[in-house]
């Protein structure tokens, strides 16, 4: 098949499950072309199967806001027609699903049909787009598309719970590469780089955005360095990332904290990491809990959204309400206590990971292409 691919390209959650996807999808040979403004931070290797195409969007001094959703419909009418685009998947509702379907009708208006499929991601639907500012657009553009997925039963609940929508939602969880953990590649894991033999390292990855509850992470392992030696490696950038530096300071703790800002080898921190944190305040499916997963890490985190639906209570980890940091702290303890607890702890979180690998989830998505083509023939 022919797929546009429409998606975020900075570093974020739904644009690596959409540069995973496409990537997957050329190595089982189909011809992917992703569509956005920039190149996606984790498409690091072009292959012949793999196109990417830039949207630019001219500056004009008229323009308080630069139309984006018109720069983007217009290249996806011009690449539909070069390359004899089969079908567009676009991923985040705002704008994309709304720019898909103006291209959509415009081709229309030349005799194409191009079948359109939308993801939901999270905070297209629970953060952004059930503001009311947007709230037309975003409902009318997800009752247009020809199907819809959404990444988690909880996603699927709040779009339907927020949103006046018609159309079905299929659910189809997102999904890890495993065998792409340095520790299979053979990668050795520099363990004695970051931290002392008795110092247990924990990890917290994200954008820094406030939904993250960075305070919460750092708060939880104040608490846990209180016990045991440990270290706390802090990777991502964003807008909460300063305060949190300010307040290991505040908390004398500026020595067993290590910021690292974005990076695109987050395995070999992973490969390092006993224990993982994620305690948002929502998190529709919660991708860095299973990448550390997938690497045999542990996970701490909040129990909301699609949370619960990755991290195992128990089993993976713990699952503990919003902002409960002594619970978390208490769990964390519950599973670091010991060497053989932690190793049964990672045993059981590479486990679950396991039912996520690429390699079950991706027919989902092919049937769901092959159904959407089908509609038009
Ligand atoms: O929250 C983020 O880290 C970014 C955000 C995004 O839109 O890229 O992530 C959302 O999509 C991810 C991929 O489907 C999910 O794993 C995240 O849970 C979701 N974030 C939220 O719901 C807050």
């Not at 567009?88 to 359109?116: F, R, S």
């Not at 787009?129 to 409902?139: D, I, L, W």
């Amino acid at each position: 098949m022919k797929i546009a691919i429409v998606c975020y390209p900075t570093f974020g959650g739904s644009g690596v499950v959409a540069t995973e996807l496409g990537l997957e999808l050329a190595r089982r040979g189909h011809e992917i072309h992703f569509i956005t403004y920039s190149q996606p931070v984790r498409l690091a290797l072009l292959s012949p199967n793999v196109h990417y195409h830039e949207v630019n969007v001219p500056e004009y001094p008229l323009f308080h806001y630069q139309p984006y959703e018109l720069a983007l419909s217009s290249k996806l009418v011009d690449m539909v027609k070069l390359y004899k685009i089969e079908l567009l998947h676009v991923h985040y509702a705002i704008p994309h699903a709304y720019a898909g379907y103006m291209a959509k009708q415009m081709l229309k208006d030349e005799g194409i049909n191009l079948p359109m499929v939308t993801t939901l991601h999270g905070t297209d639907i629970t953060l952004v787009g059930s503001h009311p500012f947007y709230k037309p657009a975003v409902t009318f553009s997800i009752n247009k598309s020809d199907f819809v997925t959404s990444v988690s039963q909880s996603l699927k609940e709040d779009t339907l719970k927020l949103f006046n929508i018609k159309n079905e939602i299929e659910v189809i969880p997102n999904f890890i590469e495993l065998n792409k953990n340095v520790k299979d590649a053979g990668v050795p894991c520099q363990r004695s780089v970051m931290a002392k033999q008795e110092e247990r390292i924990i990890t917290h990855i994200s954008n820094f955005r406030k939904v993250k509850r960075i305070p919460d992470v750092i708060k939880i392992f104040y608490n846990i360095q209180k016990e045991i030696p440990a270290k706390l490696m802090m990777v991502g950038d964003g807008p909460e990332k300063e305060k949190a530096e300010v307040l290991c300071q505040e908390l004398g703790i500026e020595d067993k904290v290590i910021f690292f800002g974005n990076s695109n080898e987050i395995d070999k921190i992973l490969c390092l990491t006993d224990l993982f944190l994620l305690p948002s305040e929502t998190e529709s499916f919660g991708l860095a809990a299973l990448e550390a997963m997938a690497c045999g890490v542990p996970v701490i985190s909040s129990n909301s959204g699609g949370l619960p639906e990755v991290n195992f209570e128990g089993i993976s980890g713990y699952l503990s309400n919003v902002g409960n940091i002594e619970d978390m702290a208490k769990n964390a303890l519950k599973i670091l206590k010991d060497d053989a607890t932690l190793e049964n702890f990672k045993e059981n979180a590479l486990s679950v990971a396991k039912q996520f690998d690429i390699k079950n989830i991706l027919p989902l998505y092919e049937d769901l292409y092959q159904k959407a083509i089908n509609k038009y023939l």
